[in-house]
């Protein structure tokens, strides 16, 4: 029998249906809308983004609302890092990779990416490298392959990966943690490690005269640079190796605010092409107190540093 109730129940089972195909529209349209956002949004790839200065340039960048790529050695830990800066309420969002130039086979989801570019980063960041102590004298093979194959090896990769997206598209840029051409004694005392970041260097400068001259200057925002620092800073390598201590040092966000300022708050970047950029100097003429950057008020100047440990050795 065809009852009253029976007729208001299905009535009911109807309207909820159609109520809940109206809610899973709407959850799936503002998918649909974040997605094409998120995959509108320019790409930054920071190179060893899982901690010290690469983590603190991948937070920067999201804040930014950038889509962020960040590598380190091992992918379980690079996704990790990543959940965590998603944290971040921007319409960005992280990815993490694997990237160990010592594992080209195990790092091949996202060197092929870049390959067929799937990904194509507006800036890659350079950032990731080792350092060691050792010098000329007692280095050893196995060790001296290790540290040009990161040093050296990978970021002229990766360069190699991204320029033609940034050279197409006429802007973004490729920038270097790597020192400011000079011989000096810690460029002898650091040998050849010092030699391996140096050949950075000199990459950077001949990746930015090779931006084809049928872009006219004033018509691309394309930068292609280094930048250092003249501070030892809070990181694995000043503590961890025993060069310094936590008030010896800066910290590491002084170097992603040099990005920041040289990324988002200069009018013609592209004049920086091929120059070295040292953050204290950028910043100081921008009028900006790095003393907010000082773990403590006994912070030392990075030469120092290292000269007095490596004396010691």
């Known amino acids: 029998m065809y009852t009253h109730q029976s007729y208001n129940v299905k009535n009911n089972v109807k309207n909820n249906v159609k109520n809940n195909v109206k809610k899973i529209y709407k959850h799936i349209r503002i998918i649909f809308l974040y997605m094409r956002l998120v995959n509108n949004l320019k790409t930054v790839l920071i190179t060893g983004g899982t901690r010290g200065v690469g983590l603190e340039l991948a937070k920067m960048f999201k804040k930014q609302n950038y889509n962020v790529i960040i590598t380190g050695r091992d992918s379980n830990y690079s996704k990790k890092i990543a959940k965590k800066l998603n944290n971040i309420n921007t319409n960005g969002i992280v990815k993490g990779y694997k990237l160990d130039f010592l594992d080209i086979n195990g790092s091949s989801k996202l060197l092929n990416k870049l390959q067929d570019k799937t990904i194509q980063p507006t800036i890659l960041i350079n950032n990731a490298g080792v350092l060691m102590l050792d010098n000329i004298n007692n280095i050893t093979d196995k060790r001296l392959d290790t540290m040009f194959k990161v040093n050296t090896y990978g970021p002229i990769l990766l360069s ?138 006994n912070v030392s100047k990075l030469d120092k540093l290292f000269m007095n440990h490596l004396i010691k050795k």
């Open 160 to 297: 190699k990966l991204c320029k033609d997206h940034i050279w197409k598209t006429r802007e973004g840029g490729i920038l270097f943690n790597s020192p400011p051409y000079q011989i000096d004694n810690k460029t002898t005392h650091l040998m050849p490690y010092m030699q391996s970041k140096l050949a950075q260097t000199t990459f950077m400068k001949s990746l930015a005269n090779s931006i084809p001259q049928s872009i006219p200057t004033d018509k691309h925002n394309i930068i292609v640079a280094s930048f250092w620092t003249n501070y030892p800073l809070l990181t694995d390598a000043i503590i961890k190796r025993g060069i310094g201590k936590e008030e010896d040092c800066m910290h590491p966000a002084i170097l992603s605010d040099t990005i920041k300022e040289l990324l988002f708050n200069t009018k013609n970047v592209s004049s920086y092409n091929g120059k070295e950029i040292i953050d204290e100097d950028f910043l100081n003429k921008r009028k900006i107190d790095i003393t907010k950057y000082k773990m403590s008020k």
